[in-house]
Structures are given as C-alpha cells and as structure tokens.
C-alpha cells in the first residue's frame, strides 16, 4: 500500500500502515502520512504534527497528542478522499487516497422470520426508534485512542458472512451486510478487540436481538449483535479481551453467531481490514 508522505522518511511507513501504537522516535514526528490506496470499508490512520487541524468530509477530526489521527472509508466510497491538513505554522496540506474498488458478492439467506423482512407498521416504528438509538450511540466523540490498538478476534470460529456482501432474505432484497459474522455455539463468551467504553446495551432489538455498543474514541466503535447474554452496562469501561456477553441466535438470526460491525461515525467499515492490519 503506497502512502503519501510530506516529507516521505521511509521507516514512518509501517507504522502509519500498521496503524498500530506509533513507536517513541514517531511520536515527535512532524511530517504529514495518509495511505496512498485503500480499498473501500477501510479505517484510516494517519499521521500528522500534533497540534495540527484535519478535516475530512465536512467533518474537523481529532489529533491526538502524538498526532494521529482516525478516519473512515465506507463500502459504497468511489474515487478519491481528500483530507485538508492546516499545520502548526499555518502551512496547508492536502494528502489525497485513493479508493479501490472491492467485488461485493450477491448473499442469500432463507427462513428468515417473514415480519423482520417486511415488518408491518407497528414493528416498523419500532425498528426505527431503536436505530435511532443506536445512531446516536455512534455521534459519541472523544479523545480516547483505544482505536490505536491492534485488534484481536473477539470470538474464534469460521467467518459465515463478510462485510459488504449484498443480501436477499426471503427472495427479497435487503441492505448489505454491514460487518462480519463468525459461527460459534450459543454461550461461547465475546470479548473486547479493542479497550473501550459500553455507550449502548439492550438485550431484545427487534433485529439486531442482544446489542452492545463499545467506544473505541475519535468516533470509532464496534457493535456486537445476536448476543444471547449482555454482561457489561453503559458507561463502563472495558479492557481489550474483557468478557463483554455472549454469542446468540437472537433478532433476525437463522443460528448462533456474532455479528462484529465498526464504524467511523455513521461510516460502516470492515472488521476484517482492522484484524488484517494487526497482524
């Protein structure tokens, strides 16, 4: 993955690639490094001085005090993503990545519960109630970095679905697949990827069933859904590999998973990107 550098020092690459903690000579770093090529439903780690103002989609990001900083690419980003970077002296700067285009294939998924296909009116206003809530639990932005850790797997199996596949239930279309779904049996624990704060926990949404919000900071959190069991309560905080609840079938499910989504904001991003660039 090529990477816009201003100036361009070699050894800065893999951390600002890894995305992972930035090591004790980056930290006082004052050079400006975005990835050149993304593909689409990448989170984004860049490298700026400290001190600096970045902006990116209309939106004023923060810069943590070693001048990282955290932005996402969604599924359905075309062309190009330009982030405007004003430096400490006033200076102005304006990496641009490039986004490259990913094959999302066609997923059908049978004996689904007809009235989480085609809710009717009642369910429908609920449906919309609880996103909203969820949305919400999103806007949360503050200045932890939890973000910058390497992630780990928060429950081992097989990956049953992929993030971004467009999916049919029932025959009828509906909308992509917004994380990663791994197969394990009812009960087995899920735990933390990544340290962070519960901002959302509610066992029973008509959907998502058992569903648990966790911060990550600067806008990034991950959601865990289908959980037969929620041991953890908003606002507490959580330590990468803490036992957060337990896989289910609830919501609309045909059989015990966890579905592991993330996001920057309202942008979904894939879960298996951010396991990948930790390795």
Avoid: C
């Avoid at 993030?163 to 933390?192: C, E, L, Q, W």
């Avoid at 069933?209 to 911060?215: E, F, K, V």
């Avoid at 499910?253 to 990107?273: A, E, I, K, Y």
């Amino acid at each position: 993955m090529p990477a816009i550098v201003f100036p361009l020092r070699r050894r800065l690459l893999g951390a600002v690639v890894a995305g992972l903690a930035w090591p004790a000579w980056a930290q006082v770093d004052t050079r400006v490094v975005f990835p050149g090529t993304v593909q689409q439903g990448t989170l984004v780690i860049g490298k700026v001085p400290a001190g600096s103002t970045v902006r990116y989609a209309g939106r004023e990001l923060r810069v943590t005090p070693y001048g990282s900083v955290v932005l996402g690419i969604g599924r359905d980003a075309q062309g190009e993503a330009r982030v405007d970077v004003v430096l400490p002296s006033g200076e102005r700067q304006s990496p641009v990545i490039s986004i490259q285009p990913r094959d999302w294939p066609l997923q059908h998924i049978n004996g689904v519960p007809p009235a989480t296909v085609e809710p009717p009116p009642a369910i429908a206003r609920r449906i919309q109630a609880e996103q909203a809530r969820v949305v919400a639990a999103r806007e949360r932005d503050d200045e932890r970095a939890d973000f910058a850790q390497a992630f780990v797997w928060p429950v081992q199996g097989r990956i049953s679905g992929r993030f971004g596949r467009a999916r049919v239930y029932n025959g009828k279309p509906g909308s992509p697949h917004s994380g990663m779904d791994i197969a394990a049996p009812t009960g087995t624990p899920v735990k933390a990827p990544a340290a962070g704060i519960i901002t959302f926990a509610d066992p029973d949404l008509y959907l998502t069933g058992g569903t648990i919000l966790l911060d990550h900071g600067h806008g990034v959190s991950s959601n865990f859904l289908h959980l037969s069991r929620i041991d953890v309560s908003v606002g507490q905080r959580i330590s990468q590999g803490d036992v957060i609840g337990a896989v289910g079938s609830t919501g609309r499910s045909t059989g015990p998973h966890l579905h592991w989504g993330m996001n920057w904001f309202d942008v979904r991003v894939d879960p298996q990107l951010v396991l990948e660039r930790a390795q």
